[in-house]
């Protein structure tokens, strides 16, 4: 039984750890906490919802929905962070927010309010491993996070764009002045990061067979915690908050019963933050820690 | 007045109240995004006076208010330990821990909601917000005033002017709690009804848009930005669901246009020096 619980959570938290690593990102290297990625998270689902509806086979729904997430991210870049440049300094995640409503409403008016259900192309969907129910898209699911993170990490470290992008992260103004195309650099990481988020809300709403126009919110806030906690900047951390957030999260609810959630979740965040503000790993892209 | 435009203004009329809870801590370079949580505590704390100690509506909403402001005195401390976005990520955590403790009180209703026996009409509201206003706006002309704005220009400079950044920061902290429990506490007297999931992340944000969009130099940007974002969906109505979808197109261009939010210092010393002819000219 415990053991059932702690596989949920873990499974729950592998969709919170993608939204983390995507918050993550711009959040470690400009400094800005992007909230248009919730609307993103949402749009992959329900386009993955409609895709499939539409008879489409999940081998081109995937691919086409990360493709969208990218392109979506990057034009939330080139309105964004572009106009940030002697602006008052909330006024990039104003912009981010006003992508967010923007997102909701179009899908609103796209395919209503109700909630979508999934029909997925394949049977049943679970193994067991002795007496724990593992669901295989939820396994696939926490494989690909730590893989995807992992050739991320690889890339950050190891490559002539990786350092680059860790030298905006120190210092963008000294990164121009030594010949770092940031404003090259910088599109890049966004689109990472809408793949990232795509990726999350792909996992999402065919873990769990829904998609709605309001999925992103809860999910996002979770995600904004689980980067907190494993510290902010750090690739690695978002996953491991992510994945402590996830079973936090069931094990409130087997024990104290939904209404406790909340309570758990942001009273955790509440103590990280006065405790320990650095996260569990602490965060520095730019020293190299990614 | 018609039904309608009474219950626009009233909406108004809070919001104003809401946005300048949100505007002296911004001032005071903190972005807070917990102003949903402590607008809960003043609607349910007002509307617990009342219906269990058989409290008016006005004292009981005035007693909110300086309870409120105790609680934003009580988490200020812990909270402005923390700097920039790690403040505005403490004050979210701690106004989601407040909505979900109100949830799990069942004293108050927990999730099914908080009826409140009386009622405080437009008239009331107004007042209230009017008072907000002209507080502020002397607040602001004060010392005081030019103290915060000193240290949101420049911490380092303040303090090494010798201003007590902490104790202004606390201040603002405080005071911005106080107004935001107000606007809870008239909210929950005008409509008779409060359930907790109304006070969620999704107004704060809101709320601080109002403030950025109207722009933080002066007092009267989040009197604008409040009238902005409540009237501008009300005249939109007409394209049903499509005013959102300009709304947030809206706020793009203002972003992209005026990133200082659309009143500031120079907008008004441009609008003086316009009504009033050049000394050269009146010669």
């Known amino acids: 039984m415990l053991a059932q619980q702690l596989v949920n959570g873990l499974m729950l938290g592998s969709v919170y750890a993608l939204v983390a690593v995507a918050f993550t990102l711009t959040m470690g290297i400009l400094k800005f906490l992007n909230f248009s990625i919730p609307g993103i998270f949402m749009i992959a689902g329900m386009c993955t919802w409609a895709m499939l509806k539409g008879g489409a086979s999940l081998l081109v729904a995937i691919p086409a929905v990360l493709l969208l997430g990218a392109l979506l991210s990057y034009g939330v870049e080139r309105v964004t962070w572009r106009q940030m440049r002697g602006g008052d300094r909330f006024v990039p995640l104003v912009s981010s927010m006003a992508f967010l409503i923007l997102l909701e409403n179009l899908a609103l008016i796209a395919w209503g309010s109700d909630q979508q259900r999934l029909i997925l192309p394949f049977q049943s969907t679970s193994a067991r491993i002795g007496d724990v129910v593992v669901g295989v898209p939820q396994l696939v699911g926490l494989a690909l996070a ?32 030594l010949g770092v195309a940031v404003d090259r650099v910088v599109p890049l990481v966004f689109a990472i990061g809408g793949i990232f988020t795509a990726l999350a809300g792909v996992l999402f709403s065919l873990n769990y067979q829904q998609a709605s126009p309001f999925m992103g919110e809860e999910v996002a ?6 980067m907190v906690v494993g510290g902010m900047g750090n690739i690695w951390g978002a996953i491991l908050g992510g994945l402590a957030i996830g079973v936090v999260e069931t094990a409130a609810i087997h024990w ?23 996260g569990l790993l602490g965060g520095d892209l730019a020293k190299g820690r990614a | 007045m018609s039904g309608y435009l009474e219950g626009v203004l009233v909406v108004l009329a809070i919001n104003v109240i809401l946005a300048y809870a949100a505007f002296l801590p911004i001032v005071a370079g903190q972005l807070n995004l917990g102003i949903a949580g402590f607008m809960a505590t003043g609607a349910y704390l007002s509307a617990y006076l009342t219906n269990a100690h058989g409290w008016l509506p006005l004292p009981a ?48 209703g927990g999730a099914a909601g908080y009826p409140v026996a009386t009622h405080l009409g437009f008239p009331a509201i107004a007042a209230a917000a009017a008072i907000v206003f002209v507080t502020l706006y002397c607040l602001f002309h004060t010392r005081f005033g030019l103290s915060v704005t000193a240290v949101s220009d420049d911490e380092l400079v303040a303090d090494q ?8 920061q606390t201040a603002a ?30 107004l704060s944000i809101y709320v601080v848009l109002y403030v950025l969009l109207g722009g933080t130099q002066t007092i009267y ?15 939109l109505r007409g394209s049903a669901q499509w005013r959102y979808v300009i709304f947030a197109a809206l706020i793009l261009a203002l972003m992209t246009w005026r990133p200082q939010g659309v009143v500031t210092r120079g907008l008004l010393r441009r609008l003086v020096e316009w009504r009033r002819p050049s000394p050269a000219e009146a010669a």
């Open chain 2, 161 to 168: 002017m010798g201003l007590s950044v902490r104790g202004l």
């Open chain 1, 256 to 278: 104290f019963g939904a209404r406790a959630v909340d309570i758990a979740v942001y009273g955790m965040l509440l103590a990280i933050l006065f405790g320990r503000p650095t």
């Open chain 2, 173 to 202: 902290f405080t005071i911005g709690a106080g107004v935001a429990g107000l606007a809870g506490a008239l909210q929950a007297h005008h409509f008779n009804y409060i359930e907790a999931q109304h006070f969620n992340v999704l």
């Open chain 2, 221 to 235: 940007g989040p009197l604008l930005g409040a009238a902005v974002f409540t009237l501008l969906p009300e005249v």
């Open chain 1, 146 to 177: 730590v893989a995807v993170v992992w050739t991320l990490d690889r890339v950050l470290r190891r490559t002539r764009i990786g350092r680059a992008v860790r030298s905006i992260a120190e210092d963008a103004e000294t990164a121009t002045l």
């Open chain 1, 221 to 226: 806030l979770k995600g904004i915690s689980a």
């Open chain 2, 61 to 108: 909403a005035l007693a909110a208010t300086i309870l409120t402001a105790a609680l934003g005195l009580v988490v200020a401390f812990p909270i402005l330990r923390t700097r920039g976005i790690y403040l505005a990520l403490a004050t979210f955590a701690f106004g989601q821990v407040v909505v979900a403790t109100i949830l799990n009180l069942d004293a108050v």
